[in-house]
């Protein structure tokens, strides 16, 4: 064991330095795969993209595992380099809990059906607030930390300048310590896609002292301070106006400051006259009120409606094809259901108090024909289906919901009228549901058809409250 730990540790100051680079690498790819995969325009145009792109996200991860294990075997030496140097230690620190919090939580999204919704949960939120408070922190280190942004007339004086240049270089050449030394101060900038090029060109750059607590040899007198005060102002405010608005909204979405339904319904574009009326046990809602926040989550544009444009429609195999308008809808017979609401990628929304029809209504109405197979729904996005077997459509809790929590239903989240399955991952729940058609085959719906399993059923989450039928 000590032999091998060893074997490991030789060479020390160069494997940092390729762990680094390596790592800074996996980074980058990291956080763009993830921004990308968290934004609402990517999700619209990646399509089936966006599914290689979670696994490419997920393969890249882990491969994250092995410059941190490997670091983990090297930290007690690099500890010791950093004695006397607290920001370093701090910032080295920082960085290793942010790799291991996102190493961690990723996993438990990857494994998001063993682990259940409490425990995904939990790890988006971390993942989500690692990812706002981490990345402007890595991407400002390693950009003020950067060599490109430094004044290169004056890095050619330094090269040229062999009296100031040449003891440094020399140290360079011993082999522990100067390595050592120069990783030490490296390190701490945690991702940097010039990384590689700045240890190449380490001794040149030394003299600068680029951290402000490193006692370096020679420091000439420069107006350069300045100029990286500029430099870093000027990042932190690119940083701050890029970054800032979308951590701003992610901050008020889990904080419950305005991206609540009521504020959706305050500007939403359908409508539809009437609005329909609670039912008793809607309001106030007999779930006590919706726990959580949805994502608003769309392949489309959101689409809106108003009596003129909608309808509604059941047909295919059945014995009576039927289309009701705006006004003959609200008037069917509405029952409530409060149920828990589940997406893949993490997130739950419970104890939704839904007020709607049970889909099983419709099926009797309108009569199923022998050798149906599935029941397949439409949005009225015109782009988004699912299916389930005409077994599973027959489940009492299966909703065609018009109103959540006492209120209409905004468009954000489905309006006037979305499918919900309570038993199953919310992709099932179609959002602006306008037709169901009975098929007499199998329907591969949206994002089954983009990699999603067909198997929706929520595994790890049991139904917290029995179906209550309204009156
Ligand atoms: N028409 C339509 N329905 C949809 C989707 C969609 O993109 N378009 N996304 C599905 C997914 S993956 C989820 S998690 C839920 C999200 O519902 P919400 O946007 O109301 O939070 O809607 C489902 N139904
Ligand atoms: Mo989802």
Not at 156 to 181: F, G, L, R
Not at 441 to 446: P, Q, T, V
């Amino acid at each position: 064991m000590k032999q091998w730990l060893k074997t490991i540790r030789k060479g020390y100051g160069k494997k940092l330095v390729s762990i680094h680079a390596w790592n800074a690498w996996i980074v980058v790819i990291l956080a763009i795969s993830g921004l990308m995969l968290i934004g609402g325009f990517w999700r619209e145009a990646l399509g089936i993209g966006r599914v290689w792109l979670k696994w490419l996200h997920i393969a890249v991860g882990l491969a994250m595992l092995a410059p941190v294990v490997y670091y983990l075997f090297l930290a007690s030496k690099h500890w010791k380099q950093l004695r006397n140097k607290p920001w370093q230690k701090a910032n080295t620190l920082i960085v290793l809990a942010l790799l291991i919090g996102w190493l961690l939580s990723g996993l438990v999204l990857w494994q998001f059906k063993l682990a259940g919704p409490l425990w995904s949960n939990a790890a988006l939120l971390i993942h989500d607030l690692l990812t706002w408070v981490g990345l402007p922190y890595i991407i400002y280190h390693s950009i003020t930390r950067t060599r490109w942004l430094k004044d290169p007339a004056r890095r050619t004086i330094q090269i040229n300048d062999s009296p100031i240049q040449m003891p440094d270089v020399k140290k360079t050449a011993s082999p522990s310590s100067e390595t050592d030394e120069s990783v030490t101060r490296n390190t701490p900038a945690a991702m940097s896609a010039l990384y590689a090029d700045r240890s190449l060109h380490d001794q040149e750059v030394r003299p600068q002292g680029l951290d402000g607590n490193r006692t370096t040899t020679i420091e000439k007198p420069q107006p350069v301070y300045t100029r990286r005060a500029f430099i870093r102002s000027a990042v932190g405010v690119g940083l701050a106006v890029t970054l800032g608005p979308t951590f701003v909204s992610w901050v008020g979405k889990n904080l419950k400051f305005d991206n609540s339904i009521d504020s959706m319904l305050e500007s939403d574009p359908n409508r539809m006259v009437p609005l329909p009326q609670p039912l008793s046990a809607s309001s106030p809602p007999i779930g006590g009120g919706a726990e959580g926040h949805f994502r608003v989550y769309t392949v489309t544009p959101i689409p809106s409606f108003s009596n003129a444009n909608w309808s509604f429609r059941i047909d295919g195999l059945v014995e009576r094809a039927q289309i009701w308008n705006w006004e003959q809808f609200v008037k069917l017979a509405r029952t409530v259901q409060v149920s828990d609401f589940h997406c893949v990628t993490g997130w739950s929304v419970y104890k939704n108090t839904w007020e709607g029809i049970p889909l099983k209504h419709f099926l009797e109405k309108a009569g199923v024909k022998p050798g149906a197979h599935s029941v397949k729904f439409y949005s009225g996005d015109g782009v988004y289906t699912d299916a389930i077997t005409l077994e599973q459509a027959r489940m009492d809790d299966i909703m065609i919901a018009v109103m959540h929590d006492g209120k209409p239903i905004p468009a954000d989240l489905g309006g006037p009228v979305r499918l919900v399955i309570p038993q199953m991952y919310a992709y099932k729940s179609v959002k602006w549901l306008n037709r169901i058609e009975i098929i007499d085959s199998e329907h591969i719906g949206y994002w089954e058809e983009r990699g999603y399993d067909k198997d929706a059923w929520l595994s790890g989450a049991s139904q917290r409250f029995p179906n209550i039928s309204g009156s």
